[in-house]
């Protein structure tokens, strides 16, 4: 099959690779179109091995066909959308079962392989986790983002009063047509100060950088949850003031769960978040489809943080 | 009435002050013994003021006999366990309804006021917030403290392995026959390299400077919750390495809780933990019993690190 390499001097070359093998319990889908994450970008500069045992190959999310379905009960031509730990970017790529999603009524393959890994992530720590409620204000950091324009939609749908960071006035107008409330310029505005003990909730992916001005953010209750490190792994961490406001400081990531834990997940975003793509409440925010042969472009894309909400390649193409 | 008064010197004295004015919804308790914390050292010292519009004596628990019922449904002759938010070192204290309790049958009042602190804080903590499970594996710092006495009882009744933190040989002795498993002298060992990657819950007392010890020996996830800042309030956090584990931070205070949600906790308390009490599965763990007029020495027992379990002030000595 053909599949996305990364060469040795770290670009994305189309090449010839074996087609997977599958497991116990995993079938093989037909990619159509693979999701591109920041993660991606991490691995492909080799900061971001994946989990032992699963693919080389670069990609969390797709959509496509079952061609194989293994030792599973699946029908071969069923149409599915995927979480992968990785092998995303390819003609083929082995699924475990608890991992299938169906492809939500009325979306195309790449709207469904938009929405995997935001509708997951966004559902497991801001839904699941930290059980956000209506007339609560949660902060979301990078709003414009593909997780950002995602958990926008569904803290509005709570009933939350939204307040996100993007760096340009473009990005924060975008968010405000998802339905943020509170926008802030981070290149320009100390969110922590305009939102100085009035979060309940804050979605965070800069980690370290952004330690003491989340603190700073909570409100008394306050749940941050961090689940990128753009802004490093080491911080300032005054204890004192989170006891000080009862807060609490969460930090999670999908890829590194096991099995067990991801199809737990896939099945509790399926039952909450499908119904809400298929009636048009959460929309997908598809700001690029680009053959899969032009992987390279897509992260430069990102890189150069030209994006709003996802990039998709498209493997058919 | 007499109550105990800090000095301008910071020593403790008993003198002669006015007797509380019941406010809405408080009922007026006879005190017969008040516990000593922690945090009234603090206090002492001038590092801890009372919440606002709350007493600005001493002694955050107590047991007697209800004086004067207020606007309540309330008795007189009752009697009561009281979670206080100060007053506690006095012949008389003003009690919101919410925060009072019975005494566990079979309790004597120097009982009954040796376990209210530590029981709501306890339960609030490792039960409400964490939710410890049966097979989980806690530790606990200070084991042979006032919290950590009661603390090792309720993981051990629950079903976890309990690992715990003390200072000498004989307080890890106190700590073993209360049920720990895993007993470590903080003087000589490292208990983040014994524990590395151990600990599904961490109840902790020192803050900052245990900071990167706890995250290290967290679990996959983990929650470590703060309740003491022992060590400090600014450390070093590796939100990286948190991220990894999929862990969690609270820190978290009794006091500065409103009534409302004291009253919840305290509900939450009687019912979960006082059967525990009657029954003989966790035991008060009383140290020593002074009268109130020595309430200097009881405090100057507590910072000598003299005390396994707790100390109590008698009133009507
Ligand atoms: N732990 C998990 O399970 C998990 C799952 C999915 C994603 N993630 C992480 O979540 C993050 C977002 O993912 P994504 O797919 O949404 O990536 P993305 O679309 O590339 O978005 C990155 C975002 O970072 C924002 N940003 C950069 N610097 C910032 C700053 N100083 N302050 C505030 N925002 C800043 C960007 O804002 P502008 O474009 O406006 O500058 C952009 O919105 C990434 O770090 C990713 O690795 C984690
Ligand atoms: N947030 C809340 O709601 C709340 C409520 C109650 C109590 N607390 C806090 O919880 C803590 C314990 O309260 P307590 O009533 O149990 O006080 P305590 O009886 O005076 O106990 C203090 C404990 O600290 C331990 N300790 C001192 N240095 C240590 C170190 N380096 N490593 C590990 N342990 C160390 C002592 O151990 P050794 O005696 O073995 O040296 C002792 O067990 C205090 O900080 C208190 O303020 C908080």
């Known amino acids: ?5 990364v060469t040795d001097e770290r670009t994305l ?56 379905p293994g030792t599973t009960g699946r029908k071969a ?25 169906p492809i939500p009524e009325g979306y ?20 699941m986790l930290t059980g956000l ?24 749908h709570v009933g939350a009063t939204v307040a996100v960071t993007a760096g340009s006035a473009e990005k924060l107008a975008a968010c405000k047509a998802l339905g943020a409330d509170i926008l802030i310029n981070y290149r320009e505005e100390d969110f922590a100060e305009i939102l100085k003990n009035k979060c309940d909730r804050i979605l965070d992916i800069m980690g370290a950088k952004y330690l003491p001005g989340n603190v700073k953010a909570l409100a008394t209750g306050g749940h941050q949850v ?3 490190l753009q802004g490093g792994v080491k911080g300032e961490l005054n204890i004192g003031l989170l006891l000080a406001k009862r807060g609490t400081i969460s930090a999670t990531a999908l890829r590194s769960r ?3 834990d991801k199809a737990r997940i896939v099945a509790s975003t399926v039952e909450n978040i499908w119904p809400l793509l298929e009636d048009g409440t959460i929309t997908h925010q598809i700001h690029a489809t680009l053959p899969l042969s032009d992987a390279q472009r897509a992260h430069d894309m990102l890189k150069a943080g030209e994006v709003t909400g996802k990039v998709v390649l498209l493997i058919d193409a």
Chains 1, 2 share one sequence.
């Open 133 to 156: 409620e209506a007339g609560q204000t949660i902060l979301i950091h990078g709003g414009a983002g593909g997780i950002g324009t995602f958990a926008i939609q569904m803290a509005k």
């Open 1 to 5: 099959m053909k599949a996305i390499h």
């Open 77 to 101: 031509g069923e149409k599915v959308a995927c979480l992968l730990a990785g092998g995303g970017y390819a003609e083929f790529v082995a699924v475990p079962e608890g991992q299938l999603m």
């Open 13 to 68: 070359e189309l090449q010839e690779t074996d087609t997977p093998i599958l497991k116990d319990g995993e079938v093989l889908v037909r990619v159509r179109v693979a999701g591109v994450n920041r993660a991606d970008l991490l691995q492909a500069a080799g900061h971001y091995p994946p989990p032992a045992g699963e693919s080389e190959i670069l990609g969390l999310e797709c959509a496509g066909v079952i061609e194989d």
């Open 258 to 260: 096991d099995r067990a």
């Open 226 to 228: 961090t689940i990128g």
């Open 108 to 127: 195309s393959f790449a709207e469904a392989a938009a929405v995997v890994e935001v509708a997951t992530t966004v559902w497991s720590n801001i839904g």
